[in-house]
């Protein structure tokens, strides 16, 4: 279980059933909250291990759900412990983070964020590397998130500018999810 977050124990309660990632969760109720905690190894380079805080919309109680959002919008940051500068998604209830590795060889990992909504399980994978200061998104890839799969095993380096990402697909002849690759380059945009 990659996503042991209290507040995604909320999500749980929108999930439509079925193998759920976020529906096997066996702790009880924890309450709100607005910042999910993920560990994500060492993105800078510096040999200390990093923590990535998704901080999310305001919750406010169960019976309302997420707040208003005026005054609260649906969008996330992430943060992170090592100081570098956070990444923005503007729709999203809260969300997912993992380190690829250092695919440019730049000194920080390049990193995948699935902004994750109330319902559903087909997900977007998000990629940023980080380039003159700041995080900048490079391309995305179609996923299911419904799993506890890590998405690393889904990225082949092909070059130092270039990755194979393997996405989830709908195949409408045979009405199953299908994997498809992918080419992202990280100088594309
Ligand atoms: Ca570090
Ligand atoms: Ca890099």
């Known amino acids: 279980m990659k996503l042991l977050l209290p507040s995604l124990l909320l999500l ?3 999930s439509f059933g079925g193998r759920d990632k976020f529906a096997c969760i066996n702790k009880p109720f924890q309450g709100p909250t607005d910042t999910d905690t993920l560990v994500i190894g060492d993105i ?3 040999k200390i291990i990093d923590t990535a805080f998704i901080v999310g919309p305001k919750w406010l109680n169960e019976e309302d759900g997420w707040g208003d959002p005026k005054t609260s919008p649906y969008e996330i940051d992430v943060h992170f412990s090592c100081g570098l500068p956070s990444i923005h998604d503007d ?16 000194g920080v ?9 109330f319902i ?7 990629f940023y590397t980080y380039k003159k200061g700041q995080w900048r998104y490079f391309g ?3 996923c299911h ?3 506890d799969e890590k998405y690393i095993g889904r990225i082949t380096k092909l070059s130092k500018n270039k990755i194979r990402v393997i996405e989830d697909a709908w195949d409408s002849e045979s009405a ?3 994997k498809k690759p992918k080419i992202l380059k990280l100088n594309s945009k």
Request: include cysteine; charged fraction near 25%.
């Open 109 to 117: 990992s390049e990193v995948i964020v699935v902004p994750i909504w």
């Open 140 to 142: 995305d890839a179609d």
């Open 145 to 147: 998130i419904c799993t």
């Open 12 to 14: 749980s309660v929108f």
């Open 44 to 46: 800078n380079n510096d």
């Open 120 to 126: 559903g399980c087909w997900g977007r994978m998000k």
């Open 91 to 106: 729709n999203a209830v809260t969300g997912y983070i993992e380190n690829i590795g250092d695919i440019d060889g730049d």
């Open 176 to 178: 199953d999810r299908v």
